[in-house]
């Protein structure tokens, strides 16, 4: 195991060394500069490019933002009054959080109780309505979805504020946007799990024990259907983290998602790698987790479903 | 209908089909017989032939959506299993009837420790205590030769082997003491050793308990060593049925011969093949109108096609269906190899 994860912690960092150096560059091509302000004469302009180090040649500047990258340093904001960048991803960290765990919790409810109903009704209307539900919310992108809710929840039945972060009723709308993915696929991930779980002998023999139907589908059927709902995690981590950078922009929450955007419209080339540095940790985190599990639950279910 | 009081299940006329999409597919086409106390009843058959239909729906456990009674009756304790409704049923399976399943690889939730998974119906039908029915199962598994039982009872299924496994499903099928025990192919997915220890093992607990027996195989070999009675099934009828010396050593249908012909025998000459039975059942969402073995019968008569033939009854427990015994038909012998058996 130790050695499993030696290996692993080797690979994420040749990864991380690869997006970084990627996205160094591809930044760099950006067109524009974080310092197109008209209103700079072009001797202050050339003053700034001196002060970040931006006049040098950019394989120097390259090697130079390495260095300091390996020392845990992710440099300052070009745009935001020179900020450091660790902690303006910091500041913004919670709200885009709270928003991405509401948006698991809702997911993880609705898309278990539409799973659970669609699989305990199988081929009836309740099962092909939860499937349909769940098309749709893998295929609606969010772009589409977040002016849906902002029209129909928002302005329409004024339950809930359609824009900003200032409570909790806030949150609402951002985490239900981001939460459709996760729905549909909870939803299509344990109803094919429990139809699968349902048709194995030891279900029958659990019926056959003389168990009501809900003792055999709580004890036997979702204990067996939500193990390998692991499997999903790091995915659904990857969609939290591209989602919000659209969710929190229609939104305009101030998260992390809306401030990577706004660096990228302006240049501000160590915001946009410090937060593409951010983001792949935490993907490349999720992806070590989901592996681990496996390699925690695989084991038992190789053995238990060979044969002598 | 009154109970005969040695019987403690009449089943009769049992017809069971499935809706396919290629359409009703019977299963089980008039199916009866009676179960004793305290007997073991081997129904016999190839695959398909309705005999595992026949013991699941006796549990009521066939698939609710495709599953079509087309009649009969199943009477056990005064009452019809066929009509039971679901929580009555509950009340049946486990304590009065319980089951053995084929594939102890798959029998057994890997998620859950085998202690718990025999606790289960000890404290939901004798209503135990959780320490109680701990206790209970620790014994379960002694009796059933699982070796350091105390250990044993908190592991996952997967650190079983499969006859230990099977071990544990007889001790899960046995914890209520049942009337009934079905064992719907027990040995088959066991290796030929450990089948012994298992059959051994049922025998010995049918006799500890006091249980009947209904065994679904279609190994003619375990039934020699344990059936009281066989009931020979073929296309979703009984083709044949008696006592376990009557059928294997005076049987008196060419499909029985035919299964007969083929086992292989310790004593018999190596040189002399097996003899298989040619061709394959019928097509059971269209079965045929007369005795469904006619077209794989080298004694087919031009009457066997075209209407099932009525039982003929040799002695009191042994009849067969078969126009072989209609007085206007020729005088056949069984073939030499099963005569050998005689």
């Known amino acids: 195991m130790l050695r499993y994860v030696a290996r692993r912690t080797l690979y994420m960092l040749l990864a991380l060394f690869v997006i970084i150096s990627v996205t160094f560059f591809i930044s760099k091509a950006l067109p524009g500069t974080p310092f197109a302000d008209d209103k700079l004469t072009p001797q202050i302009r050339k003053q700034l490019y001196e002060k970040y180090g931006l006049d040098e040649p950019i394989l120097v500047q390259y090697e130079k933002y390495m260095l300091n990258v390996a020392q845990g340093d992710l440099g300052n904001s070009f745009y935001f009054e020179s900020r450091p960048v660790s902690q303006m991803i910091l500041q913004r960290l919670p709200v885009s959080m709270f928003i991405g765990v509401q948006a698991v919790i809702f997911g993880l409810v609705i898309g278990m109780v539409l799973g659970i109903v669609a699989a305990l009704r199988h081929n009836t209307l309740w099962d092909t309505l939860a499937v349909v539900v769940a098309v749709l919310g893998v295929s609606v992108p969010s772009f589409v979805l977040g002016p849906i809710l902002q029209y129909w929840l928002g302005l329409k039945l004024g339950w809930f504020p359609i824009a900003f972060f200032e409570s909790w009723i806030y949150s609402v709308l951002p985490s239900l946007a981001l939460s459709v993915f996760v729905i549909s696929t909870v939803a299509r991930f344990i109803r094919t799990e429990m139809l699968e779980v349902m048709g194995q002998d030891y279900i029958t023999l659990a019926k056959a024990k003389g168990l009501s139907g809900l003792a055999v589908i709580l004890k036997h059927v979702l204990r067996n259907a939500l193990i390998p709902l692991v499997t999903v995690m790091a995915p659904l981590t990857i969609y939290l983290i591209t989602g919000s950078l659209v969710v929190e922009q229609i939104f305009a929450v101030p998260g992390i998602g809306e401030q990577f955007v706004q660096s990228i419209v302006v240049n501000d080339y160590s915001m946009i790698l410090g937060t593409t540095i951010f983001f792949s940790v935490l993907f490349i985190l999720a992806l070590l987790i989901q592996d681990i599990m496996y390699g925690i639950i695989d084991p038992r279910i190789r053995i238990s479903g060979a044969k002598e | ?342």
């Open chain 2, 1 to 342: 209908m009154a109970m005969n009081n040695d019987n403690i299940l009449e089943v009769r006329d049992l017809r069971i089909s499935f809706g396919t999409y290629a359409g009703e597919v019977q299963a089980v086409r008039g199916v009866s017989f009676d179960l004793r106390r305290r007997e073991t009843l081997a129904i016999v058959g190839e695959s398909g032939s309705g005999k595992s239909v026949t013991a699941k729906s006796l549990m009521r456990l066939l698939p609710e959506a495709n599953t079509i009674f087309k009649g009969g009756e199943a009477i056990f304790d005064g009452r019809d299993l066929l009509k039971l409704s679901e929580k009555q049923m509950q009340r049946v399976r486990g304590p009065k009837i319980a089951m053995v399943f084929q594939d102890p690889m798959t029998s057994l939730d890997p998620t859950m420790k085998v202690g718990n998974q025999i606790s289960e119906s000890l404290r939901k039908h004798l209503g135990m205590s959780r320490a109680k029915a701990r206790e209970r199962s620790v014994e379960l598994l002694k009796l059933v030769g699982i070796p350091n039982a105390e250990e044993r009872v908190k592991q996952y299924p997967h650190q079983f082997s499969g006859g230990m496994r099977q071990r544990v499903v007889i001790a899960i099928a046995l914890a209520c003491e049942p009337q009934i025990l079905i064992a719907d192919e027990p040995t088959t997915a066991l290796d030929v050793t450990i089948q012994a220890q298992i059959l051994d093992l049922l025998r010995e607990l049918q006799e500890k308990i006091g249980t009947s027996v209904i065994l679904i195989t279609h190994d003619l070999g375990v039934v020699a060593s344990v059936a009281d009675r066989i009931a020979v099934m073929y296309a979703g009828k009984i083709v044949e049925m008696g006592t376990v010396r009557e059928t294997f050593y005076d049987p008196q249908m060419p499909y029985t011969w035919g299964l007969l012909a083929s086992i292989p025998l310790p004593t018999a000459d190596r040189s002399q093949d097996l003899i298989p039975i040619p061709g394959s059942p019928p097509d059971m969402s269209d079965p045929p109108k007369g005795c469904p073995f006619t077209a794989r019968c080298p004694y087919a008569m031009r009457v066997c096609p075209t209407e099932f033939p009525e039982y003929t009854t040799f002695s009191a427990e042994h009849k067969a269906a078969c126009w072989l015994h209609h007085p206007m038909a020729p005088n056949v012998e069984p073939p030499a190899r099963v005569g050998g058996t005689r």
